[in-house]
């Protein structure tokens, strides 16, 4: 024991004859004192306690009163006689069950018998003590408690630096704590005293005592710290323990949280006095000490901290997790007690003032060639993650106002300012606009004032964010190109603001890295013209640096990344990726890329030094061709296998795009003839060698990158834990930007490779392709990522996994990783469906959906075949990639749109449901829709729907998928329903019908009794009676039918632009359509027929065919350019396609039964008249169509196979062709009642009557159709006889007759015998005549044209347009010449006119306004023919007879205008085309258009002067059109047009 209770040894052991010769009143001694009288031992006894010393006498004294009193002032003289107090408040007593409490035996009775005996018995003993020293008994027992805290502190065998206390010293504090606590509240003791006696021995105390009288409130910290007089000492001394308490914190001990606890009362004690605004005077001292103190411990632990992280401490050393444990003090839970947040605020203030400002020791120029190695993923992770808890506290905009403050106003530590940057752009959520507005704000000031600190400043800022990559920031060529590239630049203001900008560039210049010069000299500041030499300054000073650093612009690739601000790459690997994206870009548009273009031009050095070696190095090609059949998936060599086995030793036969490419560019004269022989020679010679040869040298080359693949696996392993862990998702962001460095390793990636602005992403879908080593990473990635996303799931819900999969894929969206992604996510889903396994389907639906978050931030993908090469958003890319087609793609879809819907309803709140929306495309919603829908009968009843708590996202994460139950548990969800109510979300029947015409019924996953029941059950039960606003048609079955067809006409126009197959006619985009739609079409439309009358006398309504017909016309762009007429040709084929499989009365009203009245024909005749006679050739329609509208074939009521199946036009079940009829019906098609016209006619009362009012109709309103049935009478006589039998006994209606005797007439004239009259009007027999002459093939038609006399000169004048007709047709389809050319037929009707003096002039003269015949032939040629009539008058420019000519008065204004038009022809190109098409390229055969615009021109100026002067009466029209064509012609004209007002002007003139 530490207390004697006498001055000699007093615990020896005694035996029992010595214990009884004790004087009684020891004998009677309390365990208290025992402990003290037992203090020391004898030799070889053991020290015994005051309780095991008289427990057995307590009982045995039987005392009275007055012996008791005399016992205890005997025992009080012996105690303060020989009382040492420094021991005694050392005493620990033992246990309370065995203790003899002395209160038992001293005043049990009395007011002080509970009150803690060991205290009761030392205050007595200090009072006693202090007034026998005569000083006062609280500062007494401050020094005594004071000494016996020390005593224990230094009791501890451990030698110092130490803080914490080992579990005997805690024991002994607390029975001393227990003392002071009791000498404190009797008030007999002194906290100043007992400070001042402390600090005399600070070196000796330990920081746990000093925190344990804190938390026993015997002397607050504060206290403590105020009591000492010099602050520099105070600082120095807790500055030192606080840093062995952080080691101690962190280190593995029993104790770890008593150290926390300690640090967290310390720091909040320090928060709270140096950053408390209204500080407590309640102190002893200056309250701007304390403050003073606390802020100068707080600086000195940050500063020691920051020092260590710039020596570089080593992870695990006890530095590292002393700073670790600092810098965990800033976590907000920490300040969790201090009631004001004000003080925590301001002290994060403080700290990160400190740290921008910590040893300002670089300069800007240091700063502009360092920055790129403090990106986020380089700063070490605990600086890092110190700044993620300082923003934490602090809002954004407070964030970025501070950091501006400070910049502002002091010297700063550019390393750790433009970390701090980095790490602000990665972690908060909105610091791309935040940092934005603040580089603005920046180059606005700076221009204003010329503030080069602003400018550098804003610089600096920039160039950091954009290093973190396309997520967190543009790319620095695109922020520079939008902050000065335009004239709305902040440097457009003035001249001044132009030098300004040039100078501080030019400063920059020797510091500044390559790539920032070849940014700011290829993206140029934009500069008004007169201040060009600031530029061109500038640019000769960034040129002659970069010469310096031997990089050259001329040097850069086509294709360079110029946001990187990484090293320059070499020429040669730049130039490998550069061949690469030029074949890529040849492959989608077929055309030299323009970069290669110019760089044959104006990069010549490059060109030939380095792209060209790389395009023509020696290869060992594929054997595997590019074939472009349709369904054919197999483009270069196919995934999952091996390019090595794929060898072969020759080019070949058909040339890839490689081949392709350098081909074209020797056609164009790029390639220099030494080089690509060279080339072709080495490539015999290394086709010579053994694959395995090639095959070795080709392994070899990756193995300088197996290391950065190795890095990135490890970084990839390490994300799970923080996924799965949620202690570990501060680390995430850290983990991330950890895989974003070794990604840009592994794939040589810049340090910004984001500049997506103007450069969307070119895929191909039919030939997704990339290289072995990105196909490697890619799927690192994605296999990373699904396994990520199943762990975390197994642990947490989507909704509670934290944003790592939303960082993961912002990392992947590079700008030269996102092509491979792409390309590699088309191979899984398009190719390789369905060998995916559940958790591959999962995992990339998820990705799907973060894609779609992302949308905003990514390029449009631009798709080639078989879809449209279009810009579509990154979302809509997978409606493209999962078809429904099949039986194993309907199936990949439905389990897709499962999980990514499921994934998006569980990963996002209801309050952010919006972003949900935006995460999946409407396409995959439709989709699952669809499939849903067909798949399962039970969805298309009501819904019964689940229980809310029910996630849909549960059973995708069992080990075994039931995806049926998986999407039957999603349809039944409250959530989807709400999601199917937004607009653009709900299926229609448009989009049903377009899915379902992409189903193959041949490998459907229905029967087809199945699938014509779920039509039927969609079409009548589901989205007839469904009202329009949610897609239906309101049970409306013409809209039903008219929305049919507008689908089906878009799908099969769709389908074949898809096509690039060289016979585009009978491929069809390599898949075929569901041809069970049509016959819906049919059905309906069979129902449509057989509906109720119209009520009264009112008006009918048009066909519905008609009116989709004429809308979808109108909406397609009008022109004669080449495009356009391909465009409206094909439309007008799907529209013709479509009325051959529909009943005749679509095409031929049917007339009521007790009228008189002809069939409606209106909206046909509008047609043919307005569209189909422009497609029309030599005056007729094709025989189907005719054939269609008399109705003389049976018609099928099965869809014409090649509307979905071969072609986008007629197929075997009705098919006909420009040259003649086509086969007959298919009989498996089907058959429906025939409708046509004479059966139309037949349901009148007077059948004849009605057949010969339409026809007669024909004659004025559509003359075409008369003239295609005298083409075709030999075709449609007999049918038209046998089914005008079935109807009628009567003759063939006289109209009928009337077409055959017209074509019994034009036989006539080509026989022996004489010619009879003329049938019926000349125009028609001519066509008739016409018709016959073409197929007769004779050598010369002069003796029949001989036959013609007697019979009018109309039929000649007719006879004459419709040869022309021919001439100008057989300029169009040369293939429709017979054996006599199409010039002499015209030459020799020409002769025949000119000799009987026949006026032909007028047929070049024909107007819309012409009333009679005019109009009507008009409407037998088509537009674009009459266009050419020019052509046609010039080319028998030898036949003309000029004397009679001359004398027409219509002549010169006749040949004047045809000489115009055809100059504007050929100005057009016109011409041009005709003659190739013609002719086949051959420009000599009967002339080219430059010499028979020349010997036009050279007629009419020989011609002009002879005209007689009544030609010249409207030549004023002519004059001021000739103006700009042919000033010589126009000065013609206008000279005879004055010699014929003033004669006089050009007679002799009479000098007398």
Same mark, same amino acid.
């Given at each position: 024991?530490?207390?004697?209770?006498?001055?000699?040894?007093?615990?020896?052991?005694?035996?029992?004859?010595?214990?009884?010769?004790?004087?009684?009143?020891?004998?009677?001694?309390?365990?208290?004192?025992?402990?003290?009288?037992?203090?020391?031992?004898?030799?070889?006894?053991?020290?015994?306690?005051?309780?095991?010393?008289?427990?057995?006498?307590?009982?045995?004294?039987?005392?009275?009163?007055?012996?008791?009193?005399?016992?205890?002032?005997?025992?009080?003289?012996?105690?303060?006689?020989?009382?040492?107090?420094?021991?005694?408040?050392?005493?620990?007593?033992?246990?309370?069950?065995?203790?003899?409490?002395?209160?038992?035996?001293?005043?049990?009775?009395?007011?002080?018998?509970?009150?803690?005996?060991?205290?009761?018995?030392?205050?007595?003993?200090?009072?006693?003590?202090?007034?026998?020293?005569?000083?006062?008994?609280?500062?007494?027992?401050?020094?005594?408690?004071?000494?016996?805290?020390?005593?224990?502190?230094?009791?501890?065998?451990?030698?110092?630096?130490?803080?914490?206390?080992?579990?005997?010293?805690?024991?002994?504090?607390?029975?001393?704590?227990?003392?002071?606590?009791?000498?404190?509240?009797?008030?007999?003791?002194?906290?100043?005293?007992?400070?001042?006696?402390?600090?005399?021995?600070?070196?000796?105390?330990?920081?746990?005592?000093?925190?344990?009288?804190?938390?026993?409130?015997?002397?607050?910290?504060?206290?403590?710290?105020?009591?000492?007089?010099?602050?520099?000492?105070?600082?120095?001394?807790?500055?030192?323990?606080?840093?062995?308490?952080?080691?101690?914190?962190?280190?593995?001990?029993?104790?770890?949280?008593?150290?926390?606890?300690?640090?967290?009362?310390?720091?909040?004690?320090?928060?709270?006095?140096?950053?408390?605004?209204?500080?407590?005077?309640?102190?002893?001292?200056?309250?701007?000490?304390?403050?003073?103190?606390?802020?100068?411990?707080?600086?000195?632990?940050?500063?020691?901290?920051?020092?260590?992280?710039?020596?570089?401490?080593?992870?695990?050393?006890?530095?590292?997790?002393?700073?670790?444990?600092?810098?965990?003090?800033?976590?907000?839970?920490?300040?969790?007690?201090?009631?004001?947040?004000?003080?925590?605020?301001?002290?994060?203030?403080?700290?990160?003032?400190?740290?921008?400002?910590?040893?300002?020791?670089?300069?800007?120029?240091?700063?502009?060639?360092?920055?790129?190695?403090?990106?986020?993923?380089?700063?070490?992770?605990?600086?890092?993650?110190?700044?993620?808890?300082?923003?934490?506290?602090?809002?954004?905009?407070?964030?970025?106002?501070?950091?501006?403050?400070?910049?502002?106003?002091?010297?700063?530590?550019?390393?750790?300012?433009?970390?701090?940057?980095?790490?602000?752009?990665?972690?908060?959520?909105?610091?791309?606009?935040?940092?934005?507005?603040?580089?603005?704000?920046?180059?606005?000031?700076?221009?204003?004032?010329?503030?080069?600190?602003?400018?550098?400043?804003?610089?600096?800022?920039?160039?950091?964010?954009?290093?973190?990559?396309?997520?967190?920031?543009?790319?620095?060529?695109?922020?520079?190109?939008?902050?000065?590239?335009?004239?709305?630049?902040?440097?457009?203001?003035?001249?001044?603001?132009?030098?300004?900008?040039?100078?501080?560039?030019?400063?920059?210049?020797?510091?500044?890295?390559?790539?920032?010069?070849?940014?700011?000299?290829?993206?140029?500041?934009?500069?008004?013209?007169?201040?060009?030499?600031?530029?061109?300054?500038?640019?000769?000073?960034?040129?002659?640096?970069?010469?310096?650093?031997?990089?050259?612009?001329?040097?850069?690739?086509?294709?360079?990344?110029?946001?990187?601000?990484?090293?320059?790459?070499?020429?040669?690997?730049?130039?490998?990726?550069?061949?690469?994206?030029?074949?890529?870009?040849?492959?989608?548009?077929?055309?030299?890329?323009?970069?290669?273009?110019?760089?044959?031009?104006?990069?010549?050095?490059?060109?030939?030094?380095?792209?060209?070696?790389?395009?023509?190095?020696?290869?060992?090609?594929?054997?595997?061709?590019?074939?472009?059949?349709?369904?054919?998936?197999?483009?270069?060599?196919?995934?999952?296998?091996?390019?090595?086995?794929?060898?072969?030793?020759?080019?070949?036969?058909?040339?890839?795009?490689?081949?392709?490419?350098?081909?074209?560019?020797?056609?164009?004269?790029?390639?220099?003839?030494?080089?690509?022989?060279?080339?072709?020679?080495?490539?015999?010679?290394?086709?010579?060698?053994?694959?395995?040869?090639?095959?070795?040298?080709?392994?070899?080359?990756?193995?300088?990158?197996?290391?950065?693949?190795?890095?990135?696996?490890?970084?990839?392993?390490?994300?799970?834990?923080?996924?799965?862990?949620?202690?570990?998702?501060?680390?995430?962001?850290?983990?991330?930007?950890?895989?974003?460095?070794?990604?840009?390793?592994?794939?040589?990636?810049?340090?910004?490779?984001?500049?997506?602005?103007?450069?969307?992403?070119?895929?191909?879908?039919?030939?997704?392709?990339?290289?072995?080593?990105?196909?490697?990473?890619?799927?690192?990635?994605?296999?990373?990522?699904?396994?990520?996303?199943?762990?975390?799931?197994?642990?947490?819900?989507?909704?509670?996994?934290?944003?790592?999969?939303?960082?993961?894929?912002?990392?992947?969206?590079?700008?030269?990783?996102?092509?491979?992604?792409?390309?590699?996510?088309?191979?899984?889903?398009?190719?390789?469906?369905?060998?995916?396994?559940?958790?591959?389907?999962?995992?990339?639906?998820?990705?799907?959906?973060?894609?779609?978050?992302?949308?905003?931030?990514?390029?449009?993908?631009?798709?080639?075949?078989?879809?449209?090469?279009?810009?579509?958003?990154?979302?809509?890319?997978?409606?493209?990639?999962?078809?429904?087609?099949?039986?194993?793609?309907?199936?990949?879809?439905?389990?897709?749109?499962?999980?990514?819907?499921?994934?998006?309803?569980?990963?996002?709140?209801?309050?952010?449901?919006?972003?949900?929306?935006?995460?999946?495309?409407?396409?995959?919603?439709?989709?699952?829709?669809?499939?849903?829908?067909?798949?399962?009968?039970?969805?298309?009843?009501?819904?019964?729907?689940?229980?809310?708590?029910?996630?849909?996202?549960?059973?995708?994460?069992?080990?075994?998928?039931?995806?049926?139950?998986?999407?039957?548990?999603?349809?039944?969800?409250?959530?989807?329903?709400?999601?199917?109510?937004?607009?653009?979300?709900?299926?229609?029947?448009?989009?049903?019908?377009?899915?379902?015409?992409?189903?193959?019924?041949?490998?459907?996953?229905?029967?087809?009794?199945?699938?014509?029941?779920?039509?039927?059950?969609?079409?009548?039960?589901?989205?007839?009676?469904?009202?329009?606003?949610?897609?239906?048609?309101?049970?409306?079955?013409?809209?039903?039918?008219?929305?049919?067809?507008?689908?089906?006409?878009?799908?099969?126009?769709?389908?074949?632009?898809?096509?690039?197959?060289?016979?585009?006619?009978?491929?069809?985009?390599?898949?075929?359509?569901?041809?069970?739609?049509?016959?819906?079409?049919?059905?309906?439309?069979?129902?449509?027929?057989?509906?109720?009358?119209?009520?009264?006398?009112?008006?009918?309504?048009?066909?519905?065919?008609?009116?989709?017909?004429?809308?979808?016309?109108?909406?397609?762009?009008?022109?004669?350019?080449?495009?356009?007429?391909?465009?409206?040709?094909?439309? $007008?084929?799907? +529209?013709?396609?479509?009325?051959?499989? &529909?009943?005749? #009365?679509? *095409?031929?009203?049917? /007339?009521? @039964? %007790?009228?008189?009245?002809?069939?409606?024909?209106?909206?046909?005749?509008?047609?043919?008249?307005?569209?189909?006679?422009?497609?029309?050739?030599?005056?007729?329609?094709?025989?189907?169509?005719?054939?269609?509208?008399?109705?003389?074939?049976?018609?099928?009521?099965?869809?014409?196979?090649?509307?979905?199946?071969?072609?986008?036009?007629?197929?075997?079940?009705?098919?006909?062709?420009?040259?003649?009829?086509?086969?007959?019906?298919?009989?498996?098609?089907?058959?429906?009642?025939?409708?046509?016209?004479?059966?139309?006619?037949?349901?009148?009362?007077?059948?004849?009557?009605?057949?010969?009012?339409? $026809?007669?109709? +024909?004659?004025?309103?559509?003359?075409? &159709?008369?003239? #295609?049935? *005298?083409?075709?009478? /030999?075709? @449609? %006589?007999?049918?038209?006889?046998?089914?005008?039998?079935?109807?009628?006994?009567?003759?063939?209606?006289?109209?009928?007759?009337?077409?055959?005797?017209?074509?019994?007439?034009?036989?006539?004239?080509?026989?022996?015998?004489?010619?009879?009259?003329?049938?019926?009007?000349?125009?028609?027999?001519?066509?008739?005549?016409?018709?016959?002459?073409?197929?007769?093939?004779?050598?010369?038609?002069?003796?029949?044209?001989?036959?013609?006399?007697?019979?009018?000169?109309?039929?000649?004048?007719?006879?004459?347009?419709?040869?022309?007709?021919?001439?100008?047709?057989?300029?169009?389809?040369?293939?429709?010449?017979?054996?006599?050319?199409?010039?002499?037929?015209?030459?020799?009707?020409?002769?025949? *006119?000119?000799?009987?003096?026949?006026?032909?002039?007028?047929?070049?003269?024909?107007?819309?306004?012409?009333?009679?015949?005019?109009?009507?032939?008009?409407?037998?040629?088509?537009?674009?023919?009459?266009?050419?009539?020019?052509?046609?008058?010039?080319?028998?420019?030898?036949?003309?007879?000029?004397?009679?000519?001359?004398?027409?008065?219509?002549?010169?204004?006749?040949?004047?205008?045809?000489?115009?038009?055809?100059?504007?022809?050929?100005?057009?190109?016109?011409?041009?085309?005709?003659?190739?098409?013609?002719?086949?390229?051959?420009?000599?055969?009967?002339?080219?258009?430059?010499?028979?615009?020349?010997?036009?021109?050279?007629?009419?100026?020989?011609?002009?002067?002879?005209?007689?002067?009544?030609?010249?009466?409207?030549?004023?029209?002519?004059?001021?059109?000739?103006?700009?064509?042919?000033?010589?012609?126009?000065?013609?004209?206008?000279?005879?047009?004055?010699?014929?007002?003033?004669?006089?002007?050009?007679?002799?003139?009479?000098?007398?």
């Amino acid at each position: 024991m530490g207390a004697r209770a006498c001055p000699r040894p007093m615990g020896r052991k005694r035996g029992p004859e010595s214990e009884r010769r004790r004087p009684w009143l020891v004998r009677d001694m309390s365990a208290s004192q025992a402990l003290g009288a037992a203090s020391d031992l004898g030799q070889g006894g053991c020290r015994r306690a005051w309780v095991e010393l008289l427990a057995g006498r307590v009982k045995r004294q039987k005392l009275g009163p007055e012996g008791e009193q005399k016992v205890r002032e005997s025992a009080v003289r012996l105690l303060r006689s020989h009382l040492n107090l420094g021991d005694l408040v050392l005493e620990v007593e033992g246990p309370p069950g065995k203790q003899l409490c002395l209160s038992r035996l001293i005043d049990y009775d009395g007011p002080g018998a509970h009150i803690d005996l060991s205290s009761s018995l030392i205050g007595s003993a200090l009072r006693d003590q202090a007034a026998q020293l005569g000083v006062p008994a609280a500062v007494l027992c401050s020094q005594v408690v004071a000494s016996g805290l020390v005593r224990v502190c230094e009791a501890d065998a451990v030698p110092p630096p130490k803080v914490l206390l080992t579990p005997d010293q805690r024991k002994k504090l607390s029975s001393l704590f227990e003392i002071a606590q009791n000498l404190l509240a009797q008030s007999m003791f002194s906290r100043l005293s007992f400070c001042q006696e402390l600090w005399k021995v600070q070196n000796s105390l330990l920081l746990e005592a000093v925190w344990r009288l804190h938390v026993q409130s015997i002397v607050s910290l504060q206290e403590l710290l105020e009591s000492h007089a010099d602050s520099q000492a105070v600082v120095a001394w807790l500055s030192r323990d606080l840093r062995l308490l952080c080691e101690q914190t962190e280190a593995p001990c029993k104790h770890a949280d008593v150290a926390r606890a300690m640090l967290a009362d310390f720091v909040q004690m320090l928060v709270s006095r140096g950053f408390q605004k209204n500080a407590d005077v309640r102190g002893t001292v200056d309250p701007e000490w304390m403050s003073q103190v606390a802020v100068a411990v707080l600086e000195r632990m940050l500063a020691s901290a920051l020092e260590a992280l710039a020596a570089g401490i080593q992870e695990g050393s006890a530095a590292h997790k002393a700073v670790s444990c600092w810098f965990g003090v800033f976590s907000g839970h920490m300040y969790g007690s201090i009631i004001s947040t004000e003080s925590p605020k301001r002290f994060f203030c403080h700290t990160l003032t400190q740290i921008l400002t910590h040893k300002p020791v670089l300069k800007v120029s240091d700063a502009v060639q360092m920055q790129r190695e403090w990106s986020f993923a380089r700063t070490p992770p605990l600086l890092s993650g110190l700044y993620r808890r300082l923003f934490v506290i602090l809002s954004p905009e407070e964030l970025v106002g501070h950091l501006q403050e400070v910049l502002e106003t002091q010297e700063v530590n550019w390393q750790h300012v433009l970390s701090c940057v980095s790490t602000l752009v990665i972690c908060l959520p909105d610091a791309q606009q935040l940092v934005n507005d603040w580089v603005s704000r920046l180059l606005t000031h700076a221009f204003e004032s010329c503030d080069l600190d602003s400018m550098v400043l804003a610089f600096l800022v920039a160039r950091q964010a954009a290093l973190e990559g396309p997520a967190a920031f543009p790319s620095y060529a695109a922020w520079f190109q939008a902050a000065f590239g335009s004239a709305r630049g902040f440097h457009g203001s003035s001249k001044k603001a132009l030098v300004f900008l040039f100078k501080f560039l030019s400063d920059l210049v020797p510091f500044e890295a390559p790539r920032y010069l070849q940014v700011h000299i290829l993206h140029p500041p934009l500069v008004p013209s007169k201040y060009r030499t600031l530029l061109t300054d500038y640019v000769a000073l960034a040129r002659t640096r970069l010469a310096d650093l031997k990089v050259s612009v001329e040097n850069m690739g086509l294709y360079e990344d110029l946001s990187s601000a990484g090293d320059v790459t070499e020429p040669r690997c730049q130039a490998a990726q550069d061949v690469e994206k030029a074949i890529m870009v040849f492959e989608h548009t077929g055309k030299i890329p323009a970069a290669v273009l110019e760089a044959s031009i104006f990069r010549r050095s490059y060109y030939l030094s380095h792209f060209l070696p790389a395009l023509l190095t020696p290869r060992v090609v594929s054997t595997r061709r590019r074939e472009r059949g349709a369904g054919s998936a197999e483009r270069g060599v196919p995934v999952g296998v091996s390019p090595k086995s794929c060898l072969s030793s020759q080019l070949p036969r058909v040339p890839d795009s490689r081949a392709a490419l350098i081909e074209s560019l020797r056609r164009a004269d790029k390639i220099p003839p030494s080089l690509y022989s060279t080339y072709r020679q080495a490539c015999s010679t290394v086709g010579e060698k053994k694959p395995e040869d090639a095959a070795s040298q080709r392994e070899v080359e990756p193995s300088c990158k197996e290391e950065p693949l190795g890095l990135l696996t490890t970084a990839l392993r390490e994300l799970r834990a923080s996924v799965t862990d949620p202690t570990q998702r501060d680390a995430l962001l850290a983990q991330m930007a950890v895989i974003s460095e070794q990604l840009r390793s592994a794939l040589g990636l810049g340090e910004d490779d984001s500049d997506f602005e103007g450069a969307p992403v070119q895929l191909s879908v039919r030939a997704p392709k990339l290289q072995p080593w990105e196909q490697r990473v890619v799927d690192l990635l994605l296999t990373s990522f699904c396994q990520n996303l199943m762990a975390a799931s197994s642990v947490a819900p989507p909704d509670r996994q934290g944003p790592w999969a939303a960082h993961f894929v912002r990392t992947l969206c590079r700008r030269r990783l996102l092509p491979a992604l792409l390309s590699r996510l088309c191979q899984l889903l398009h190719h390789q469906g369905p060998s995916l396994s559940a958790s591959h389907v999962v995992g990339l639906a998820a990705l799907a959906v973060h894609l779609g978050e992302s949308r905003s931030a990514l390029p449009e993908v631009h798709v080639g075949p078989p879809t449209p090469a279009r810009g579509l958003p990154v979302p809509e890319l997978f409606d493209i990639l999962l078809p429904c087609r099949t039986q194993e793609s309907s199936a990949l879809c439905l389990k897709f749109c499962t999980a990514a819907i499921s994934y998006s309803l569980c990963k996002f709140s209801p309050q952010s449901r919006d972003i949900s929306y935006s995460c999946l495309s409407p396409g995959l919603i439709k989709k699952f829709q669809f499939m849903v829908f067909r798949w399962f009968s039970e969805a298309r009843d009501p819904p019964s729907w689940e229980d809310p708590a029910s996630s849909p996202w549960r059973p995708l994460c069992l080990p075994s998928v039931d995806w049926q139950r998986a999407a039957l548990c999603l349809w039944k969800q409250r959530t989807l329903r709400e999601l199917l109510k937004q607009e653009g979300l709900h299926l229609t029947y448009r989009d049903w019908l377009q899915l379902e015409l992409e189903i193959q019924p041949e490998v459907d996953s229905l029967s087809d009794t199945e699938r014509q029941d779920f039509h039927q059950w969609a079409i009548h039960q589901h989205f007839l009676p469904a009202p329009s606003a949610t897609g239906g048609c309101d049970g409306d079955l013409e809209v039903a039918c008219a929305t049919l067809v507008d689908v089906l006409m878009d799908f099969c126009q769709s389908s074949r632009s898809y096509d690039h197959s060289e016979n585009s006619d009978l491929v069809l985009g390599g898949c075929t359509g569901n041809r069970d739609i049509f016959s819906r079409l049919q059905e309906m439309a069979a129902d449509l027929e057989q509906g109720p009358a119209p009520l009264g006398h009112a008006a009918p309504r048009g066909h519905f065919l008609f009116g989709v017909f004429c809308r979808r016309l109108q909406a397609l762009a009008r022109g004669w350019d080449v495009a356009s007429r391909l465009q409206r040709q094909q439309e $007008l084929l799907m +529209c013709k396609r479509i009325l051959l499989g &529909l009943p005749p #009365s679509v *095409l031929v009203g049917s /007339p009521r @039964l %007790e009228q008189l009245a002809a069939p409606d024909c209106d909206d046909f005749f509008h047609l043919v008249n307005s569209e189909l006679r422009n497609f029309s050739h030599d005056g007729a329609l094709t025989h189907d169509i005719t054939a269609h509208f008399f109705r003389v074939i049976s018609f099928p009521s099965a869809p014409p196979a090649s509307l979905l199946t071969q072609t986008p036009g007629l197929g075997p079940c009705v098919r006909g062709s420009s040259r003649g009829p086509g086969p007959r019906a298919n009989p498996a098609c089907g058959r429906v009642s025939p409708q046509g016209l004479l059966n139309a006619c037949s349901r009148s009362r007077d059948p004849s009557l009605a057949a010969d009012l339409t $026809l007669t109709a +024909c004659q004025t309103q559509c003359p075409l &159709l008369l003239t #295609s049935a *005298l083409l075709w009478w /030999p075709h @449609l %006589e007999p049918e038209l006889h046998r089914r005008w039998r079935r109807c009628s006994q009567s003759p063939l209606p006289a109209e009928l007759r009337r077409l055959q005797e017209a074509r019994h007439f034009a036989r006539s004239v080509l026989s022996p015998l004489a010619a009879p009259p003329t049938p019926g009007p000349a125009w028609l027999c001519a066509a008739a005549l016409h018709f016959v002459i073409r197929r007769a093939g004779k050598e010369s038609i002069r003796w029949e044209l001989g036959q013609l006399d007697g019979q009018g000169e109309e039929l000649l004048v007719f006879l004459f347009f419709f040869s022309l007709m021919g001439l100008l047709s057989s300029h169009l389809t040369p293939q429709a010449a017979g054996s006599l050319k199409p010039l002499d037929v015209c030459a020799e009707v020409l002769g025949c *006119l000119q000799r009987k003096r026949v006026s032909w002039l007028p047929l070049f003269q024909l107007t819309e306004t012409d009333a009679g015949l005019g109009r009507t032939l008009l409407r037998l040629a088509p537009d674009h023919q009459v266009r050419l009539l020019p052509l046609a008058f010039y080319s028998l420019l030898s036949y003309f007879d000029e004397d009679a000519l001359l004398q027409e008065d219509a002549f010169l204004h006749v040949a004047v205008n045809m000489y115009l038009k055809l100059v504007g022809l050929f100005v057009a190109g016109e011409t041009g085309a005709v003659w190739t098409l013609a002719h086949g390229g051959d420009l000599q055969a009967q002339g080219d258009p430059v010499s028979l615009i020349t010997n036009a021109r050279l007629f009419l100026l020989q011609s002009i002067p002879r005209c007689p002067k009544r030609s010249f009466s409207d030549v004023a029209e002519l004059l001021g059109a000739s103006a700009d064509c042919d000033p010589e012609v126009r000065a013609a004209l206008l000279s005879r047009q004055q010699a014929v007002l003033d004669p006089d002007l050009y007679q002799a003139p009479r000098l007398f």
